[in-house]
């Protein structure tokens, strides 16, 4: 079955450029996260979706950045006024429920490059 | 707050040679223990879990057992292999309010025939 998909995969941007990163998770799976993965670094905490809510949104960090997920399903990360610190990779995951014992499958990423 | 420690990278190892990456943790609750592996082009899949004390998770030849009195998950394979070579994360997840992930840095295994 298809997995968790992202788009755009690449992404180049201007200094003070709004941007909007895209997650398709898994069919049927309820719980979806945001990471941001910065170079030689593991992947971060951003956002937890639990159906369309957002469950915590602990890890953005600042308010420049927000994430919807409107229908349960899709979710859109957005970054206002972006900076040249905000250049990483996106991760989106997702896993059938909520559990600290349960896997989250990744998608393949969004590299944001903001010039 | 939680944080995962694992050994600094790369290694490079020769085919067939044995193979240890040290992950230690800290974490409020009892968390479960994860490796996961990106090998080059793709994204992070889930390699091992264990889910309590003293469980060993394994798969494809890869092994780390969950060491509650050391805090620790150490990933071992026997026998290495050039496929095997990728970038390998310990992780962890304790619960909480949002079942997080927590990773460590990283680990750039390369293994040469």
């Known amino acids: 079955g298809a997995g968790v998909s992202q788009t755009p995969s690449n992404k180049v941007t201007e200094k003070g450029k709004y941007v909007e990163l895209r997650c398709d998770p898994i069919s049927g799976h309820t719980a979806l996260y945001w990471y941001r993965q910065s170079l030689g670094q593991g992947p971060e905490f951003l956002i937890y979706?639990?159906?369309?809510?957002?469950?915590?949104d602990s890890g953005l960090p600042n308010d420049r950045f927000f994430a919807v997920r409107p229908e349960g399903s899709v979710s859109t990360l957005k970054i206002q006024r972006t900076e040249r610190g905000d250049s990483a990779v996106y991760l989106c995951?997702?896993?059938?429920?909520?559990?600290?014992?349960?896997?989250?499958?990744f998608g393949p990423g969004t590299r944001l490059t903001v010039l | 707050g939680d944080s995962v420690t694992q050994m600094e990278g790369p290694v490079t190892l020769s085919e067939e040679a044995f193979l240890t990456i040290n992950c230690t943790y800290t974490a409020t609750g009892y968390p479960s223990l994860f490796w996961y592996v990106q090998y080059p082009g793709e994204g992070l899949q889930l390699l091992l879990k264990a889910t309590k004390a003293d469980d060993k998770g394994s798969n494809k030849g890869f092994e780390a057992t969950y060491r509650k009195e050391t805090t620790s998950f150490h990933l071992e394979k026997g026998s290495v292999q050039v496929s095997d070579s990728a970038v390998y994360f310990c992780a962890l997840s304790s619960g909480g309010s949002n079942y997080k992930l927590t990773f460590g840095k990283g680990t750039l295994l390369t293994v040469n025939p």
């Open positions: 995951a997702s896993s059938l429920t909520s559990g600290r014992a349960n896997e989250q499958f």
């Open positions: 979706f639990q159906g369309t809510g957002a469950a915590d």
